[in-house]
């Protein structure tokens, strides 16, 4: 028979199996025992081959090339991953080896990076499967118990290949066509360029509001000793008419009032669900600015380094129910690690498991919530970042476990002169589960409105106007930006594709973080703060889409209708040979579309300056590193760089500091001792970039010792970090002989 040969994503997965199993020898590149030979991946070690290994003219960018079909795909090995691959290939064909065992992730991308290593090595032995919800040592052993054929999971493999190649074939003929037609490298997707669609949307909204003045009126009340204020409505709680609100305030001022109703209720607030990737990486937006990547970065670390957290990627807020043990567990160690005041109260099996907030193994398919794993917690070991989203995650936990939350809500109708007035107070009596967040009952004061009684007098005291304009809507934040692509089905009509993408949305929590970044990285979107714009660029680059037009670009319906059909491969309803053959007609006709579009001068407008020189009055332009006059050629040496002392300047801020003198004040610089310390960019002579302070200064930052770094949760600095506020030579070069930045 040979022995077993265990394929895991990645060497902790492999590392957590043999501690399942049994004793292993560790041979570095693979885990051997008697009965097992355990290896990894490392995520994607094959992928597609490019257009060029098909045919070498395909290399070249060019319309009557496309499109790119190729009539079979092939598979290549990543760039630095042959000597892995290696590894694995050597034990897949090994004659010591009977059956191949995939313990990739359990789901649609771990089926994928496993077959794709299966068919590149030339494997041919028996396949079986391990699908783990869980990683506690009894759902391993388990798990082994029940091996399922590799057959068994043929449409699940199927489905994942047509999304592999469906996105090959839109990004590669999509990019391409796009680029060589309009002569600027324009990158399009069948995810990156919905969710830009998104952004541009609401800018088009902001650009295009007009604020509406409008009055909102209060009054304040009094019967015997006790007053309170409340705010008039009807129809609306506000007027658009000044005439009309001077007249309302004259008509009420010092009359007598009626108590119309008064409620006095209490309302139950449950703890919130737990942690699934995205939900963290919201919250982590929310308290910290943290962008997507930088939360997802530093929980990969508390899961594989650290390992005090279970497996990050996951879409799951739930726990399958035979994690109540390892639950139990973590609970138990962290009244230990600093929460004896949270955790004093005995471990409730009973009511936990039936809490189906927390524990449902029906909505858990690949991976549970995120939780501790029971690991003792030393805080003093981790990282700035890895502090506050251990912190997130632990009280997230902990908050599962309590009682509710119990408000204490009041609520007044007051009638004046046949006008209304609503009063409404809401205080927390019982803090339950949001004591793990440091708040307490509330103990009375001002917020909260007296014990009035219906049909009791009142008198208007005082009565008063505030004068307010509409304002536009917000843009996104990556908090709220996860939000929209999580839940895109509300921007597609067909309720069938809703009901498709509301599992699913834009993206996956794995891939969202990536779709941000890739977006600013090739210049569509820009982050200030917490705050995601479109730039020109990205804004036209949307306009041209639904002008041609494309519209499955620049809608979530393209990726609502292949979830939708993914699932449909998966229970074997669709053909995965069908889905191909629309994918490539999708293919054909939009190149054909962009092919015949008529070159307005997309162009330029995707370049708009960014204002006048401040030395020479010539536009300012936009590349891929810097803000600089067109002029340079002819000598002019005013440059902006994109990145100053480790912090990325975002258009907005460059039009700023060009039009005024100064941008607004920045956080995030990093001094050349490795400090964070925040500052205006000021305009010096000659086009120079300057800094301006305000208390405390620079040279005061930079005195901050580790000790006072470690409380604000700064970590500690890295050669890395060190190197990064240094220009690489091929910034200082730019484009011709700028002038360093001062």
């Known amino acids: 028979m040979g022995k077993n040969l265990i394929v895991t994503e990645k060497p902790s997965v ?111 032995k028996p396949m079986r499967r391990l699908w783990l919800s869980s990683m506690t040592v009894s759902a391993i052993r388990e798990a082994f118990e029940r091996l399922k054929p590799g057959e068994d999971f043929d449409l699940l493999g199927d489905a994942a290949r047509c999304r592999s190649e469906g996105d090959w074939l839109v990004g590669i003929n999509g990019t391409r066509v796009f680029t060589a037609r309009f002569k600027v490298l324009l990158s399009v997707g069948r995810v990156q360029t919905p969710t830009l669609a998104i952004l541009v949307e609401r800018e088009r909204g902001i650009q295009n509001f007009s604020p509406v003045p409008y009055w909102e009126i209060f009054a304040e009340f009094r019967t015997g000793e006790k007053t309170y204020q409340g705010k008039w409505t009807a129809k609306e709680d506000r007027l658009y008419k000044e005439e009309d609100t001077l007249s309302l305030l004259e008509k009420i001022e010092g009359k007598e009032g009626t108590v119309g109703e008064f409620s006095d209720r209490k309302s139950k607030e449950v703890h919130p669900l737990l942690y699934d990737l995205t939900e963290l990486q919201r919250d982590a937006n929310r308290r910290y600015g943290f962008s997507a990547r930088r939360t997802l970065n530093a929980a990969q670390r508390l899961y594989e380094a650290h390992k005090l957290i279970t497996y990050p990627r996951t879409d799951s807020r739930y726990l399958s129910n035979d994690l109540l043990s390892l639950t139990e567990e973590c609970w138990n160690m962290l009244g230990q690690c600093g929460f004896a005041d949270i955790t004093r109260k005995r471990f409730d099996r009973r009511k936990a498991l039936s809490d189906k907030r927390v524990f449902d193994s029906s909505k858990v398919r690949d991976h549970h919530a995120i939780i501790p794993t029971g690991e003792k917690v030393n805080w003093d070991s981790l990282k700035a970042d890895e502090y506050k989203i251990m912190d997130l995650v632990v009280k997230r936990f902990l908050s599962a476990f309590l009682p509710d939350a119990l408000w204490a809500h009041r609520r007044i109708k007051t009638i004046v002169q046949e006008e209304i007035f609503l009063s409404r107070s809401k205080v927390l009596e019982e803090a339950g589960w949001r004591e793990v967040y440091g708040e307490k009952p509330h103990t009375g004061g001002e917020e909260y409105l007296p014990i009035v009684e219906e049909g009791e007098k009142v008198m208007t005291v005082r009565s008063w106007s505030e004068r307010k304009e509409t304002k536009p809507p917000p843009r996104y934040t990556e908090a709220t930006l996860l939000s929209a692509m999580e839940a895109a089905g509300r921007f597609v009509e067909e309720e069938e594709l809703q009901e498709a993408l509301k599992s699913s949305g834009i993206g996956t929590p794995a891939t969202r973080a990536s779709i941000i970044e890739r977006l600013i990285e090739v210049g569509y979107v820009e982050r200030d703060g917490k705050t995601l714009f479109p730039t020109p660029k990205g804004m036209e680059l949307i306009g041209l889409v639904e002008r041609i037009p494309v519209p499955e670009l620049a809608s979530p319906q393209l990726t609502g209708e292949w979830e939708k059909k993914l699932s449909q491969i998966e229970s074997g309803n669709f053909e995965r040979k069908q889905f191909m053959e629309e994918i490539k007609q999708l293919a054909v006709d939009m190149v054909e579309k962009v092919k015949n579009k008529e070159d307005t001068g997309e162009r330029e407008k995707m370049n708009q300056p960014v204002g006048k020189c401040p030395l020479c009055g010539a536009p300012v332009l936009e590349n891929r590193s810097a803000f600089g006059c067109s002029r340079w050629k002819e000598g002019c040496s005013f440059t902006l760089w994109k990145r100053v002392l480790s912090r990325q300047i975002s258009r907005i801020q460059a039009q700023k500091l060009i039009k005024t003198g100064r941008t607004d004040k920045i956080s995030g610089f990093r001094s050349k001792k490795g400090r964070r310390f925040s500052a205006r960019l000021v305009l010096q002579e000659a086009g120079k970039i300057g800094f301006e302070f305000d208390a405390p200064t620079r040279s005061q930052a930079d005195k901050k010792t580790e000790d006072e770094e470690k409380k604000t949760h700064h970590s500690p600095k890295t050669k890395k970090q060190r190197n990064e506020g240094r220009k690489t030579k091929g910034q200082e070069k730019g484009e011709g002989t700028r002038r360093k930045q001062g």
């Not at 081959?49 to 990543?78: H, Q, S």
Request: aromatic content about 10%; glycine content about 6%.
């Open 14 to 124: 492999a590392r957590d199996l043999a501690r399942a199993l049994g004793k292993f020898t560790n041979k570095k590149e693979y885990l051997e025992n008697e009965q097992y030979v355990i290896t990894w991946a490392v995520g994607h070690l094959v992928t597609l081959a490019e257009p060029e290994d098909y045919n070498k003219k395909w290399k070249m960018w060019r319309l009557v090339l496309l499109p790119v079909i190729p009539d079979t795909f092939k598979l290549k090995a990543i760039s630095g991953s042959k000597e892995r691959l290696k590894v694995i290939k050597k034990w897949m064909t090994s004659d010591e080896v009977g059956v191949v065992i995939n313990a990739c992730d359990a789901g649609r991308e771990g089926e994928l990076i496993f077959r794709n290593i299966y068919q590149n090595t030339r494997c041919k």
